[in-house]
């Protein structure tokens, strides 16, 4: 069964600590990224990668990290320099050649309480 | 940077009747429009796509067209069923990289 998985769907964590958002895709897909959302908002590229051990910040980068140490998997870390990480956490991935479209995972709600 | 708008940001219809949603982008070497279904709580999905040397393509219910001079395109859903009610964002890509616009919540009243 092919496709996108996040783990865990919902996530509650205390103010100043941070916390990992796993992603993992078994399409055999070169490109993956992390967007977040906020209610009633589209969504905002945080970083993306397009090649193992590569990555670029997207728009709102700051207090988030990530690495790329395998294909299939791109997770993300919100750190406690996030101002404001309460959101709707989305992870997708494409291929970068040909037909490039992007799927999507399910999602993670994090709540920083 | 590309930059992608979207209107209407609400849009209500009564089933049976058809649904226009429109987007506009600025960067004319964009060359890949998809779009995209949100339901509530869960991750959007890709329900039609067109690419710039095509101008229309249909799907059932869903047609997208594209205005590659007036750089604009746009998704058409006709006989609108209740199912239909979710969020719709409109994308713009250029080399692999992807710009949404900010959503449309379309509702299908009964």
């Known amino acids: 069964d092919g496709g996108i998985t996040q783990s865990p769907k919902y996530l509650f964590r205390k103010e100043g600590q941070n916390v990992t958002l796993s992603c993992e895709q078994n399409?055999?897909?070169?490109?993956m990224y992390w967007y977040r959302q906020d209610p009633g908002q589209g969504l905002r590229l945080i970083y993306y990668?397009?090649?193992?051990?590569?990555?670029q910040k997207g728009d709102i980068a700051e207090g988030y990290s990530v690495s790329r140490e395998k294909k299939e998997s791109f997770p993300l870390t919100v750190t406690s320099a996030q101002k404001n990480p309460t959101a709707f956490y989305l992870c997708?991935?494409?291929?970068?050649?040909?037909?490039?479209?992007?799927?999507f995972g399910p999602g993670t709600r994090l709540t920083v309480l | 940077g590309e930059n992608v708008e979207q209107h209407p940001s609400t849009l209500s219809v009564q089933e049976g009747d058809s649904a226009v949603i429109k987007c506009t982008y600025s960067?004319?070497?964009?060359?890949?429009f998809p779009w995209y279904k949100q339901e509530l709580g869960k991750g959007p999905q890709l329900i039609i796509d067109?690419?710039?040397?095509?101008g229309e393509k249909k799907d059932q219910r869903i047609a997208v067209t594209l205005n590659k001079t007036a750089k604009h395109f746009s998704l058409h859903i006709t006989e609108t069923q209740p199912e239909d009610s979710a969020v719709y964002f409109c994308?713009?890509?250029?080399?692999?990289?992807?710009?949404f616009g900010t959503g449309t919540s379309l509702t299908v009243i009964p």
């Open positions: 997708a991935s494409s291929l970068t050649s040909g037909r490039n479209e992007q799927f």
């Open positions: 399409l055999n897909h070169d490109a």
């Open positions: 990668s397009q090649i193992v051990n590569d990555f």
């Open positions: 960067d004319s070497a964009s060359n890949y």
């Open positions: 067109i690419r710039s040397n095509v």
């Open positions: 994308a713009a890509s250029i080399s692999n990289q992807f710009y």
